[in-house]
């Protein structure tokens, strides 16, 4: 019989006490300790494992767990006589920064200090004795929420000495989400104040610490080393893109079509591929997000669980905000068509308002992304960048991502929905009167960008404006913007699956100017003569759509005022 299937259990321990289902990852742990390293930092997407396999670290290693076998007895490691008599044998300090998630820097500074404050009253029975001297003894009692500083950063740094003149052993260090409150720093705008303190707290606690024997960080992204380990030369980086520790974090497909066979669920693999696979780590492929396939398990039913865990707040913010050439590259992405941009795993929070890149190298480590292909470093000719290739990961992160477009629409959604069915039906006045409405609110959703000007303005609304349309129309028309047919290049094109059924729509959108136009009739006017003069409808003709059939727009705006004409031929 199959083991139950336990969701959001995260403790090593708690599973194999209660005997849940697991996927043996044990071998994460010989991999690692062979590997020497000093200090590891680990970026997976989130709710891969990290922090069970965190679990299974500590309770191998340390001494609390001493003579615990039956945790272990029957999975990979324990074949080992080598690696069993490594269990229980460390003083293992574990924390995580999993849930410091706050709006300013002083409660998340509050937070971390009660951690190591925690941590501290865990080994309060280390004042018994004569392990700690009388000034070490004063600064044990000092580590509290409320102390400086210089106490907290060396916090850490002090408690290995003092554990590993206790056991005799040097001490295994675990930090767990370790980048969590940076990207709240980075929304929340108190970057620069977090950077200082956690620098200061990583190289006393991995650097310059004497007693530490091994660390791990885990995290989903692999924030710049000039950000907070410019002193840490002994970190080893292990990222999505690397071949270390693969298999270690999600599941394999073998290991994902062997659970859906043992739990009834056989005839649905090739379902469950196209949701929840697509994630690749180094060299492996065929990579499948752990808490997707629980949920499904338990559940029989498909979803976007992992999807969902979280408020994705950070991605909505960049894409939604961001400029024309960022929405044109989520428009291709949304129409399962593939990226080709330069990657930099080093991700530079500060640097996410300016630099495209840097906005899809943190889709790619938070698993949004997938790598396709990318360039040999040693084809490449001098001078040239590296590209990589990239597409959204699978059916399930285009679900959220249509969920989030939708999101953006909300507070419009009734306005939106009879504009659509204006637009279809060629009825303009209707037209005029929802988009005036809809631009006048959501004009400041898309366009709280830095340096945002009145021309940009038009052309953030309008991109946004695309993803709605490709979300809500996907189903009845191919949706495509900025693209060459004639003799240019159109603002957007819906083409009909069914042309009987539907007509075909070409707009254009133009911002008034007054040097060159005396009214906004005349800037509408100008949009729809470039339609004609450029041949826009050149594509849609060439497939067999009837000139009547094909329904042409002009858009003017002048600043959150919008006028739509459309030609007489096709309305």
Known sequence: MA??????IQDFAQLREKNLFYIDKTDFIKEWWESGD???LITRPRRFGKTLNMSMIEEY?????AGRSDLFEGLSIWENEKYRKLQGTYPVISLSFARVKETDYKTVRKKICQQLTDLYAKYSFLLDGDILYETE???FRRVTVEMDDADATIALNRLSEYL????????IILLDEYDTPMQEAYVNGYWNELVAFTRSLFNATFKTNPNIERGIMTGITRVSKESIFSDLNNLKVVTTTTNEYATAF???????????EEYGFGKEMEQVKRWYDGFIFGAHKDIYNPWSILNFLAKGE???YWANTSSNSLVGKLIREGGRSIKLSFELLMSGRHLRCPVDEQIVYNQLDDNESAIWSLLLASGYLKVISYDRLNELEEGQQQMYELALTNLEVKRMFEGMVRGWFNFVKDDYNDFIKAMILGDLDAMNDYMNQIACEIFSSFDSGKRVSQKTQPERFYHGFVLGLMVDLQTEYVITSNRESGFGRYDIMLEPKNPEKNPAVIMEFKVFNPRKEKTLEDTVKSALSQIEEKHYDTALLAKGVPQDRIYKYGFAFEGKNVLIEGDEQGI
């Open 250 to 260: 999600g599941f394999t497909e073998k290991e994902v079509f062997t659970a859906l």
């Open 137 to 139: 003894q004063d600064y």
């Open 302 to 304: 498909y979803s976007t």
């Open 61 to 65: 290693f340390s001494v609390d767990y």
């Open 38 to 40: 000093s200090v590891t």
């Open 3 to 8: 083991n139950n299937v336990a969701i959001g």
């Open 164 to 171: 590993c003149r206790y056991y005799g052993e040097k001490v």
